[in-house]
Each structure stands twice: as C-alpha cells, then as structure tokens.
C-alpha cells in the first residue's frame, strides 16, 4: 500500500573541489615564492608604492658590507657578469635587494651588469614606511 521513499545516493560536487585544489596550488605557488626571495636578511630602504614579486624573478642581494650575493652563495664581481647571463635564460626580471645602509656605486654597478647581461626589467626590493 504505501511505497518506500527512495534515497538518492549523495553527491559530491566537482566544481567546488576544484576551486579548492587551485586555491591551494596558488598558495603553494606562492609561498615558494615569497619563500625563495626572503633568503637573506638586509633592512631594506622604504618606498611608499611598493609591489609584491612576480613570477621568474631573479634575486640579487647586495649587503651593508658591499657583498654580492645570489641564493646563499657569495658572488665577486667578477662572477657577477657571467652569472648573470647564465640565469637570464630562466629569468626575466631582476630583482635588486640592497641593505639601505650599502654604498649606491655597489648598487649601480649591479643594475649596469643585469643591463648588460640583457635583463629588460629591474626592480629595487623596498619596505613600506610603517604608518
């Protein structure tokens, strides 16, 4: 007489998982990333527009000591051309990261040679001024 409600089998939706796993890859993406950049401590000048890092950036730190530095491995001016040509065929824009207390001909001498070695693009790494 009377009939059994069937049950629908439940259900997950793909769309909302998909969302899901590219939010997480961004984030491990960038990460990586903002990781990769910090490596070195330096107190960096302030500037008041400021920009986050963009992808295929090359990071080259210049110490209050005048040392140039590339990841954690100290470059002498000398290796610097050369290094730089080497890493401009995975890189295309130059991220400069001078201590604000560094001499600015080591910090010219840097943006000559990424200018040589063929980098069309040249950042200056800076903090916001704190408010």
Known sequence: M???????????GLTPLIDIVFILLIFVVLAANFDRVKGLKVALP???NT???EKKILAITVTKEGKLMYEDKTLSKSQLLPKLKELRK?????LLRADNKVALQHAVY???QASSAGFESVSIAANRPSK
């Open 2 to 12: 009377f009939e059994k409600p069937r049950r629908e089998a439940p259900s997950i």
């Open 46 to 48: 302030q500037a008041s």
């Open 51 to 53: 920009q986050a890092p």
């Open 90 to 94: 995975k890189h295309s824009i130059l």
């Open 110 to 112: 840097v943006l000559d």
